[in-house]
Every structure is written in structure tokens, then in C-alpha cells.
């Protein structure tokens, strides 16, 4: 049974990021596969497609028809003219990047083309001081994601560095949370410290990869048969842990409690709020963190999650 915490927790959490490892989707059944979800029953918890930028013109040619607008084809207009344009996460790496995504907006500007658009990027760049440089590229009414460089490459393995140098910049981080290998995880501790830094410095976060499942388990790294197992970070450890870092100052140490947990009937939802082992969220509490600071996570599945919310009863 759907509560109001945790919609609130869950609302608009998850970006759709089917093209990639492992799911690895090709773009049209990817785009259908988001075009669906968009019209089922729990697309509350849905946020945006995630596409990079070099591939906005395959988007555009396999999605345009699913898209709001005049140009949809008879079997899907009922659909998609009663929706909102769809919102794009594009991926990006160089500045020329940019100019896809200035002509992918005008382009779905346009009822006739299908409604879309980009409006949150999602950036790599070497290190710290690079960031600057691409804030200056970027256009004022698009929101960057600066993704933490791999551990290896941050100075003394700490993210702390990297995050201070968002401060004060519309833009948020981004961390990755797993992968198709094992050494792709980082640890409870890691994830932890990030948060703190986010948290003091006021830079907003988004999560990818290896967040298909609620709470901390081992699962397959792949979907292939007789794949390799491990344990993965679990979305709800994640984003509760970053709600009571924000709300409830929790310390690393807390924080990392909350990462580890690995029984999901842990997490009790109700209407007035959430709870984890005797410490309380209320709704407003929860709402304030989404909106300032916990944003979002991208999973290529979308089934994955809801089937696993499912299974603890929550929704």
C-alpha cells in the first residue's frame, strides 16, 4: 500500500537510463520502453530519460513519434497529447556537446517534431579543475551534474576536494554507485563522506548505476545466465541516508549505518512519515530533502525497482 512518505520519497526518483550497461537497450526500444512507463501506474516515481548527447539525433528519429504533440501517429496520439514534454538527462563531455542539445530543444520546441527537452546535463570531467571552465559553457536554464571522477583519480581517494569545487554554482554531483563489476561499488564509508561533503557544502546529488534494488542484497551483476554476484547497494539505504544527513545532521558514521542496512521491513512508510530503527522522517522533512538535495538516481530499469517495492509491501 502506497504511503505519503513514500511517495514522497520516491516521486520523480528515478531517471530511465535503459541504453545503458546492463540492460543496454537499442534506442528504440528503450524510448518505447519509456513511453510505457510514462503511462502506467507508477510513473509518479518516473523522472527522465537518460541519453547522451552524440545520440540525441537517434532519439529524436526513433522517439519523435511517442513524444507529445500534433505529430503523433494515431495509436499513440491519445497518449501522448495529454502529456507533458518529455525531459531529457543528456550526457556530456566536451563543450560541443552543448550545441546538440541547443538544436535537440529547438528541434522539440515544436509541437510537430514531438515535445522534449533537455534540461539537465550530466557531466564528466577529469578532475576539479575543469569545473569552471564548463560552468561557463553551460547554458543558465540547463542543470549540470559534475560526476565524481573514479577513486583512483580523486586526490587521497577523497571525494570531499571534487565537491567543495561545486560550491556556490547551480549544479549538483554525481556519484557512481556500482556497475557490471564487482570493483565498480564503492564502499558504505565512501558513499557516506560524499553525502557529508554534499551536505556542507550544499551541493545537490544524484546517484547511477547498481541501484536496482531497494535495500542492500546480493544480485546478479548482469542479467546474463550464471552472471557473477555481489552485493549491491540498495536505492532506499541511499536516499534515506541522504534524507537524514540532510534533515538530521547524521554524521558519516550514521550515514553509513543507514547504507548498510540489509533488512528492508527496516524502512517503515507511513502517511505522517518514515522510519528507520526508532529514527523518524516526517513528510515535510522528506519533501525538503528531495527537492533541495537528494534529487535522483538512474537505473536502466524501470520494472526492476517497482517489482522490488512490491515485494516489501510498500507499494
Given at each position: 500500500m502506497e504511503t505519503r512518505s513514500l511517495r514522497s520519497l520516491m516521486g520523480g526518483l528515478i531517471d530511465y537510463a535503459g541504453l545503458f550497461p546492463p540492460a543496454k537497450l537499442a534506442m528504440q526500444p528503450a524510448a518505447e520502453e519509456y513511453?510505457?512507463?510514462?503511462?502506467?501506474?507508477?510513473?509518479?516515481m518516473l523522472s527522465?530519460?537518460?541519453?547522451?548527447?552524440?545520440?540525441?539525433?537517434?532519439?529524436?528519429?526513433?522517439?519523435?513519434?511517442?513524444?507529445?504533440?500534433?505529430?503523433?501517429?494515431s495509436g499513440y496520439r491519445e497518449f501522448a497529447d495529454a502529456s507533458e514534454p518529455w525531459r531529457i538527462s543528456a550526457l556530456v563531455e566536451t563543450p560541443q556537446d552543448l550545441e546538440l542539445i541547443d538544436r535537440f530543444n529547438e528541434r522539440h520546441a515544436k509541437e510537430d517534431q514531438g515535445l522534449a527537452a533537455v534540461d539537465v546535463i550530466e557531466v564528466k570531467v577529469p578532475g576539479a579543475e575543469a569545473v569552471d571552465a564548463m560552468l561557463d559553457a553551460i547554458p543558465e536554464d540547463i542543470f549540470p551534474f559534475f560526476e565524481l571522477p573514479p577513486i583512483e583519480k580523486l586526490p587521497g581517494g577523497d571525494a570531499r576536494g571534487f565537491v567543495a569545487a561545486l560550491?556556490?554554482?547551480?549544479?549538483?554531483?554525481?556519484?557512481?554507485?556500482?556497475?557490471?563489476?564487482?570493483?565498480?561499488?564503492?564502499?558504505?564509508?565512501?558513499?557516506?563522506?560524499?553525502?557529508?561533503?554534499?551536505?556542507?557544502?550544499?551541493?545537490?546529488?544524484?546517484?547511477?548505476?547498481?541501484?536496482?534494488?531497494?535495500?542492500?542484497?546480493?544480485?546478479?551483476?548482469?542479467?546474463?545466465?550464471?552472471?557473477?554476484?555481489?552485493?549491491?547497494?540498495g536505492f532506499l539505504n541511499v536516499f534515506v541516508a541522504g534524507c537524514f544527513v540532510f534533515c538530521k545532521a547524521f554524521d558519516a558514521q550514521a550515514a553509513e549505518e543507514v547504507l548498510q542496512?540489509?533488512?528492508?521491513?527496516?524502512?517503515?512508510?507511513?502517511?505522517?512519515?518514515?522510519?528507520?530503527?526508532?529514527?523518524?522522517?516526517?513528510?515535510?522533512?522528506?519533501?525538503?530533502?528531495?527537492?533541495?538535495?537528494?534529487?535522483?538516481?538512474?537505473?536502466?530499469?524501470?520494472?526492476?525497482?517497482?517489482?522490488?517495492?512490491?515485494?516489501?509491501?510498500?507499494?
Open positions: 513511453f510505457r512507463a510514462l503511462g502506467g501506474q507508477h510513473e509518479w527522465r530519460f537518460v541519453c547522451p548527447a552524440n545520440r540525441l539525433e537517434e532519439l529524436t528519429t526513433a522517439a519523435s513519434m511517442l513524444m507529445p504533440g500534433t505529430n503523433a501517429t560550491a556556490g554554482n547551480m549544479c549538483g554531483a554525481k556519484i557512481r554507485t556500482g556497475g557490471v563489476s564487482e570493483n565498480a561499488f564503492p564502499t558504505t564509508r565512501f558513499i557516506a563522506e560524499f553525502l557529508i561533503a554534499c551536505r556542507q557544502t550544499e551541493v545537490p546529488f544524484k546517484a547511477t548505476a547498481g541501484l536496482h534494488h531497494p535495500v542492500r542484497s546480493e544480485h546478479p551483476l548482469t542479467y546474463e545466465k550464471n552472471a557473477p554476484r555481489c552485493t549491491m547497494h542496512e540489509s533488512d528492508g521491513k527496516a524502512f517503515i512508510c507511513t502517511d505522517q512519515g518514515l522510519t528507520w530503527r526508532n529514527h523518524v522522517l516526517d513528510i515535510t522533512e522528506i519533501a525538503r530533502a528531495r527537492e533541495a538535495f537528494a534529487l535522483s538516481f538512474g537505473s536502466c530499469s524501470f520494472d526492476e525497482p517497482v517489482s522490488d517495492l512490491k515485494t516489501l509491501g510498500l507499494v
